[in-house]
Every structure is written in structure tokens, then in C-alpha cells.
């Protein structure tokens, strides 16, 4: 299957130098899932809510400050390499183009509507982040942006700080609608008074509750038609549905990441962010994993995903980069992370840590319900 019928001429598209101000009006009346920057005619990024959460951000700031790359994605691409693309490129969209010409844009909304009826292979077990961040009900509006940005994600479950249980979530979504829904009424003098009073407040007069939640027996289809149903990204993985502790995380990410899996022998390794690789390149990357997978030769990797994500602080002019290493195999899931400066260290480091996991995953019982009907399945996308 191609996007040639997935990918749509209707988006929204602004000049480079357009005000953020506007942009966050464009965002209020018409609720794009993103916006496409050109400077002269020529794309050069989007824009997207995570682009916006920025706290200090001023209104007359350019549109090419906040805006992200994303690979330009030819009209008759695989939906494979397609969401491959989007998910390594770390967006929600991206420029659709016919030639050389800027046919419009292709969004993970509409990969997987289309590939909707195939997801019934997929358990939520199969795809999930187990490793959650989440944040204390009584903390602030500022503490969960900086969770947010600091790693990167999208979404905060709320936990009860003296139960420990499920109270509710805060998205990047949230916190936009939050900052803009009353812009007019702020007025147009200096709102530095009116951002510290917003940071200030605690994350329980923002969060949305009830969550609405999966568990990880239910099938992935399932759990995206929730999705779309409720207009969510992602949805909290509980235990069971009376059960408030919270499992992990399944997002539309982790299930156009499930779309990638292949049944090839060489390992299919996926990078996000890999813009930030300087030094380091695939082809190392995939040989180092596979040095450490060979130590234990009785687990077969299906799928192998690394993260980058840069932080502020740099060291020289380098910058600190985190890296997560997530593999899932035969013998179920394990992970390894760790920070340096600059993209290789900051792998190494987490290969290291990933190597003593893989180590320890030695004498475990083989879970091999993974393969068969999900590769089977997505086979004949």
C-alpha cells in the first residue's frame, strides 16, 4: 500500500516570518494537526503543538524559530516507510510532494485510519512503553512543561501523591489551549505577571479526569479507534479497567512504529531524531547492537528502536544528548539509556547499560507469541 490516497491538498501553510502570535490564533480557530513553514515558496519545516510549548516564548517571535524538519515524503511512498519516516523524523506530519512541486501533507491520523482494519493482530502488551514519567497531582503547571520538554514526550499521567494511583494526565495539548484560550481577555501590555501566575498553578486544576485507559490484552485496533473517538494521541495502559496504577503508555507512535516491523533476518533498527547523529552512523549503530544481542544468542530481536533527544545544556559547544535503547525480542522487552555529550557517547552509554540488561535476560522463558499472526498480518499492507 502507498499514501497516494492517504496524503490530502488541504493544509495550512505560513511564511517563515509570521508571527508566533498568529500562529497560535491559526492553532485556536482552525485546530490543524500542523502547519507547513516556507520561506519564499520553498517548504523548510513544520510546526506542531510540542513546537508551542514553549513558556517563555513571546508572541512576535518568528515562525522559523519554532519550526521542526520533516522529510519530505514522495506521493506515491510505502505506508511503511512512510510511518518509519514520520516516527524517526519525531512528527505528526509531514510535506507531501509530487516531483518538486508541494502536493500537501500526509499526517499519522490518516496512515493509520487507513491501515485501521489490520491492527486487530497487534496486542497493546506487544507495543507499549512500560518506562512512564509521570508527575505528582499537587505539583505545578511549570514542573510538567519542563517534564515534558526535558524528555521529550507528550503526555504526564497525574498520580495521586499520597495513593500513588491514576488521577489524571496532562497532554502538551492541554497546555497549549491553556496558554492561548484567553489571550484576547489577557490584554496587550506585558504578560510576564500573567505566565508566572499560569506556571504557578498546580497540575491538578489543569489535568483531564477520568483517564480514559487500555490494558495490554486488548488488541491495538481497539485501542485506536478509543483513540479517535475521544481525539487522543495516546491512552494510559492499566492493569485491567478497575485498576488505577498505571502500566505504561501506548501511543499512536508506538503503533505506527508496530508498522515498521519487518520479518527480514537483518535487524530492523528504527532511529528518532537521527538528525542528531554527527559522528555516529546506522550501519554502527546496528553493529554495535548486534554485538551485544549475540551474547545472548538464544533471543531474536524483531524490532530495535534508538532515541536521541538534545537537551539545553552543552559542554564546548557540544550538547548533552540522552539516548534510549529499546529492543523488543523472543524473551519480551529490555532497554538501556544514559546520557553524554554529543549523539555517540550518549549511545554508548546507553549501549552499555542495555548490554548488563541483555545480560541478565540470560536463562529466561522464550515468549515467542510475539511473530506469527502480527508480522503475517502487517505483511500484506
Do not use: W
Request: net charge negative; charged share 30%.
Amino acid at each position: 500500500m502507498d499514501i497516494t490516497d492517504i496524503a490530502t491538498p488541504d493544509f495550512v501553510e505560513v511564511d517563515a516570518g509570521k508571527r508566533l502570535g498568529k500562529i497560535r490564533a491559526i492553532f485556536e480557530r482552525e485546530n490543524p494537526r500542523g502547519i507547513i513553514v516556507t520561506e519564499d515558496g520553498d517548504y523548510t519545516g513544520v510546526i506542531g503543538e510540542k513546537q508551542l510549548v514553549r513558556s517563555r516564548m513571546e508572541d512576535d517571535t518568528k515562525a522559523s524559530v519554532v519550526m521542526k524538519s520533516a522529510p519530505r515524503i514522495d506521493r506515491h511512498e510505502d505506508v511503511r516507510e512512510t510511518a518509519r519516516m514520520l516516527v524517526e523524523g519525531d512528527v505528526q506530519i509531514a510535506p507531501v510532494f509530487e516531483g518538486e512541486t508541494l502536493y500537501g501533507i500526509v499526517g499519522s491520523d490518516a496512515i493509520l485510519q487507513a491501515v485501521l482494519d489490520s491492527l486487530d493482530a497487534i496486542s497493546v502488551e506487544d507495543i507499549y512503553t512500560e518506562d512512564v514519567v509521570n508527575i505528582g497531582d499537587k505539583a505545578h503547571v511549570g514542573q510538567a512543561i519542563n517534564k515534558l520538554r526535558e524528555h521529550g514526550i507528550s503526555r504526564l499521567p497525574v498520580v495521586d501523591e499520597d495513593s500513588g494511583n491514576l488521577s489524571g494526565i496532562v497532554t502538551t495539548h492541554d497546555l497549549v489551549e491553556f496558554v492561548v484560550r484567553d489571550d484576547d481577555r489577557q490584554g496587550r501590555g506585558d504578560r510576564r505577571g500573567d505566565i508566572d501566575r499560569m506556571l504557578d498553578l498546580p497540575v491538578y486544576d489543569l489535568m483531564s479526569s477520568p483517564v480514559v485507559t487500555a490494558t495490554p490484552a486488548e488488541s491495538v485496533d481497539v485501542a485506536v479507534r478509543r483513540m479517535f473517538e475521544n481525539d487522543l494521541s495516546g491512552l494510559v495502559v492499566t492493569p485491567d479497567e478497575n485498576d488505577d496504577l498505571v502500566q505504561g503508555i501506548v501511543t499512536k507512535t508506538d503503533v505506527l512504529r508496530a508498522l515498521t516491523f519487518t520479518e527480514e533476518e537483518s535487524m530492523d533498527v528504527q532511529i528518532t531524531n537521527v538528525s542528531l547523529l554527527e559522528t555516529l552512523t546506522r550501519e554502527e549503530i546496528v553493529e554495535s547492537i548486534t554485538t551485544v544481542v549475540d551474547k545472548y544468542q538464544q533471543m531474536q530481536v524483531l524490532h530495535a528502536h534508538v532515541r536521541f533527544h538534545e537537551h539545553k545544556e552543552k559542554l564546548r559547544g557540544t550538547p548533552l544528548i540522552q539516548c534510549q535503547i529499546r529492543l523488543r525480542t523472543s524473551h519480551g522487552q529490555v532497554a538501556g539509556s544514559g546520557e553524554g555529550y554529543g549523539a555517540e557517547h550518549a549511545f554508548h552509554v546507553a549501549l552499555d547499560k542495555l548490554e548488563r540488561n541483555v545480560l541478565e535476560m540470560k536463562g529466561l522463558n522464550a515468549d515467542e507469541k510475539y511473530r506469527g499472526q502480527l508480522i503475517r498480518k502487517l505483511g500484506e499492507l
